[in-house]
């Protein structure tokens, strides 16, 4: 199995910011897809965004206009800008690779331990 390694979680205000980083290990297995996904207490897992190796991303509604993903494929790094963001974003948030761009969790068989980001009103 792939490992991938998130950092830069923490607590915020709401209308904070946060940047999370994942490292991931060199294309392998076809795995060229990276998504952030989330998990809240008492909900399930979502998707937030997802990015291919070309830079193509994709968003969940809720989080579009907010978030931004990126990508250094020279550092093995993929990156998820937070803005604006709101106690319902309070959750932990996992990287996981995967093989197709699809907001889809099935596509994704490689994930992360996660990091917390927490929101405060």
């Known amino acids: 199995q792939l490992q991938l390694v998130e950092s830069g979680g923490g607590s915020v205000q709401s209308g904070g910011s946060l940047n999370l980083s994942c490292v991931y290990p060199p294309y392998i297995h076809g795995s060229t897809y990276t998504g952030w996904f989330r998990h809240s207490p008492g909900k399930e897992r979502e998707v937030a965004a997802v990015?291919?190796?070309?830079?193509?991303?994709l968003y969940a509604y809720s989080v579009k206009g907010r978030f931004t993903i990126s990508r250094d494929n020279r550092k093995n790094t993929v990156y998820l800008l937070m803005n604006s963001l709101k106690p319902e974003d309070t959750a932990m948030y996992y990287c996981?690779?995967?093989?197709?761009?699809?907001?889809?969790?099935?596509?994704?068989?490689?994930w992360g331990q996660g990091t917390q980001v927490t929101v405060s009103s």
């Open positions: 996981a690779a995967g093989s197709a761009l699809s907001l889809s969790e099935s596509w994704f068989k490689d």
């Open positions: 990015i291919g190796l070309g830079g193509n991303p």
